[in-house]
């Protein structure tokens, strides 16, 4: 399959989201819980204590492990089998791993300190106690550069570094 600017911006955001999905899936279960009424507000409560307390760094490194497995899957069904094609297309597997790092750090703030911290308030839970005001700038700071990037992945250079990269 030959690669695309679409396609790389389509696998960055997902991805992203996916990583991002399962880093924060400890404040996730406890608001799930509540909201089909599998669990009180005090049992999810504790519950999500104990996940995010005990467990915060598990879900991070298996969120870690799915960004490095998804990364190698889309690589490889792209034809950047070996290291010699790696090295190669240095550039486009430097820029796409690093643009999936950035935006799931920057889609994990948003999402387990701004959306689940203001929906476990809302289901119920008493997450207000905990001062998150400092993760709506953090995320806005995160995701601005990220959305920048992304919009930037696959775009042709400029004419200037093509003038540069002529053969002399």
Same mark, same amino acid.
């Given at each position: 399959m030959e690669p695309t600017p679409a396609s790389d911006r389509k696998a960055v955001v997902i991805l992203s989201s996916l990583t991002a999905l399962v880093g924060g899936l400890c404040c996730l279960?406890?608001?799930?819980?509540v909201l089909?009424?599998?669990? /009180?507000? /005090? =049992? +999810?409560?504790d519950l999500g204590n104990v996940l995010y307390g005990e467990y915060r760094w598990l879900f991070r490194l298996a969120a870690l492990a799915l960004a490095g497995l998804g990364l190698v899957i889309y690589f490889r069904n792209r034809g950047v089998c070996s290291l010699e094609e790696a090295k190669r297309q240095r550039t486009r597997v430097i820029n796409v791993s690093l643009l999936v790092t950035f935006g799931a750090v920057a889609l994990y703030v948003f999402w387990n300190y701004v959306a689940l911290h203001y929906?476990?308030?809302a289901a119920g839970l008493p997450w207000s106690q905990y001062d998150e005001r400092w993760?709506?700038? =953090?995320s806005i700071i995160l995701? +601005?550069?990220a959305a920048l990037w992304l919009a930037r992945l696959g775009r042709p250079a400029s004419r200037e570094s093509k003038v540069d990269r002529a053969p002399r």
């Open positions: 279960t406890p608001i799930v819980l089909f009424g599998l669990a /009180s507000v /005090s =049992a +999810a409560a929906w476990g308030i993760a709506i700038p =953090a995701l +601005a550069p």
